[in-house]
């Protein structure tokens, strides 16, 4: 059992930053590979990263490479989304996941476990 808890959403402009933060509960964290999914108002959640467990693979949807950077502190229980050139269509609520067993990272129904989400508004 994992409890994630994401932070570091808000408002920015069109062409901004921001950085967001999973902080899993519990001592194995290092055992779960972990990503990103978001979902936009009237629309379905979609893929946005994936980190393995020790960080060797990550995978990322074709709407966010270049821009988006998953990464992981096994030492801290933290996944990170650094989110750069941020764009009016990357306005969502954004979950962080986890998962102690992926074959397919970019599949939502491989996560056991997501947190509450964060909102992201990028204003144009």
């Known amino acids: 059992q994992v409890q994630l808890v994401e932070s570091g959403g808000g408002l920015v402009q069109a062409g901004g930053s921001l950085r967001l933060s999973c902080v899993a509960s519990?001592?194995?964290?290092?055992?779960?590979?972990m990503a990103w999914f978001r979902q936009a108002p009237g629309k379905e959640r979609e893929f946005v990263a994936a980190?393995?467990?020790?960080?060797?693979?990550?995978n990322y949807a074709d709407s966010v490479k270049g821009r988006f950077t998953i990464s992981r502190d096994n030492a801290k229980n933290t996944v990170y989304l650094q989110m750069n050139t941020l764009k009016p269509e990357d306005t969502a609520i954004y979950y962080c996941?986890?998962?102690?067993?992926?074959?397919?990272?970019?599949?939502?129904?491989?996560?056991?476990?997501w947190g509450q989400g964060t909102q992201v508004t990028v204003s144009s």
């Open positions: 996941a986890a998962s102690s067993l992926v074959v397919r990272p970019m599949s939502a129904v491989e996560y056991s476990y």
């Open positions: 519990g001592r194995t964290f290092s055992t779960y590979a």
């Open positions: 980190i393995s467990r020790y960080s060797d693979t990550t």
